[in-house]
């Protein structure tokens, strides 16, 4: 499976932030999106998640042909997770598991759910309002991962996350990745080069794969700092 | 269709659930009572959910009853004669502006982004399924508060199935042209304040036209029903045929959804207290030879001439124009009226100084831009340094607020004198009464800043003490007006009150603001 960028350009008014990306990302990779303050990360992944308008054609390519990407192909983490906050952790799960239980394949219980993300018994009835970043961040993956989408986009996903929590999920990532696509945003530079098969990134309105080839960790770094200090005078 | 419609209904009866006992546990004695278990409660839940679904139920019709009650207010004084056709007259007039500007089809709203975005319902089944219901319950209500009216403004049942269907019809006219414009434009019409102030202004003109004696009967409406009934049954088939509901929640819900009710209000509170850069700069000589907490009091008024001075002088106009008017109407014969009402209702005024006095966006412009930074500093919450600046803000704030004040207190003893005049004392009270009340208003909304100090970095409202306080002040403003004694017995209560109110307020900051402004 394949997702294709094609000609994608967006600009806030006078200001170009993403010129002519043409981009292939592969199934089975995570992928580490890196880019300055500013670069158009999260405006890339809002523009695939169909959030704002944009040019530029994207396409899911896969054994059976190659396809329109769809909104229900894509599954969208963001950095201020979004849940309904007057529910109850259970009550969302609950609900949620209620609707998609057509779409969800191996479908389990919500009790088996929390105990994979480790929410404890009785932080399922608290509502979502009084639960701290890092736990609706942990509800937003959950929901994500239980519709099991083909593309995840992750935007800064594990930095409001405790260490534990943050190794349970990069382990997880690791054991989802064979059939998904997953693309990490990231401004930590050893997150992305501990966990992501490979680097790309945002760098004068571009997107450029950085190749590893045969470098040592180091060196691999200075190469991926060299690249984003890198400006093009335009 | 049903089973979506189940299912968002069974969302929606969790959230007011749990928002009802949310709001129970912030009460005092309540909220030792109610633990936090109450969330998984059965039996708890489901006593609430019957009182919530009263409530929300009981509060829809209030509002559709306050909504008719203006409708026949406004009849009324339009045409005192006819106000049976008056009233059929607005009611079919402001359907149909309502089908540009109320429409909720398509309109952003958060519950609409988790159930398609979040939840991944169907977006077709979930929009059509609700808006039938919708139209259900807006029927249901109309029918009651119609029948509930009947009698005051003496129109036939026949009328009323017409009112009913007319609404119904140009409600799906309504939603059917919202999502055709949305999808040509890429924007809702009624998110275009240009656009929806336009068509309110023709469509409110054309409300007034019975004061001129030219009135829509009830005939012409059912002639028009006819071409209605087409164009309905073509947009119900169009909202039932669009498939793009997914790409519409999602496009006009992006951006609400990261907010939910509360960071929006707490959004738009931030954008009204932002400093304006015409502000920005402030002329040398008003802080010339100023020191200390003097300059930062000063510097900090300056900044904000926008929200306080500006909008005090734009409100004087306001009431300058609204003098002029009244004096008009004396002149057209109206002196009487203006005279009787003046002598009777100075409630009135309680509630005009409500809304024209700027105590509440003060105080948020006070902790957004400066306290809520400077409340970390020790020096700055020194007892000393607390109530010498609660003693500068409250001058200001009195100085600001006595601008439109003054003039409507001196607005009033002219035109009570030119339309009749008074013994001197109603005049001297009447006066007192006005400023007493500016006064009171100052002091009301700085006191309760001080001893409550109710917001939290984002300007959301995090006391319910202070909530509950400032609906209660809306509340008694609001049925104030209602009272009818005279002049000179309100006045002279309501100077007492207020003197005794502003003590009893200043001594309590005294006492405790020093303790109780704090950042939360």
Redesign the interface.
Known sequence: MKLDIVNLNKSFGEKEVLKDINFTFEEGKIYGLLGRNGAGKTTLF?CLN????CSGKFYLEDDYGKNELN??DIGYV?S?P???????A??FLE??I???KD?ITDLKDSDYYFDFIKIDKEDQ???L??YSHGMKNKMQML?NII?NPKVILLDEPLTSLDIVVQEDMKKLFKSIKKDHIIIFSTHILELATDLCDEIVILNNKELELIEKNNLNTKKYKDKIIKALKDEKND | MINTLR?SF??DM??AT??FI?ILRKLPILKDLIT??A??SKVLKSIVRIISLIFSFGKMLAYKFLYFFILIGLANLLNERFTGYVFIHIYFVLTLLGMFINNRLISPN?KK??SVI????DAKKYTISTFIYDLFITTLLNLIVLISIKGMIHISFNTIYLLLICSLLCRIIGEAFSIIFYKRY?YLFNSNTKLYMIISIIFLGICSLPYFGIFILPNMILLLLIPLLGLSILSFIYILRCRDY??II??TN?YN??M?KDEVSSYNRQKMVEVRDKDKIIDNKKIVGKHGYDLFNTIFFERHREILLRSALRFSIGIIGVYIVLSIMYYMGQGNFIHSFLLNNMGWFVLILYFVNRGSIITQAMFYNSDHAMLRYNFYREESVILGLFKRRLGTVVKVNLIPGILIAVGNVVLLFITGGADIITYISMFIFIISLCIFFSVHYLVLYYLLQPYNKDLMIKSGTYSFITLLTYFVSYYASDIKVSTLLFSIFGIVFCIIYIIVGLLLVKKYAPRTFRIR
């Open positions: 809002n169909g959030d704002i308008e909104y229900s963001v201020t979004i849940v309904p906050e007057f529910l109850t259970k009550e609900f949620f209620d609707i998609n779409k009835n608290k509502l309002k009084d929901i519709s | 299912t069974k969302i969790s959230y749990n928002s949310y936090e278990d969330y998984s958060s982004y988790f979040l939840f991944g319902m890429r997914k790409i999602k496009e992006s959804a990261i939910n």
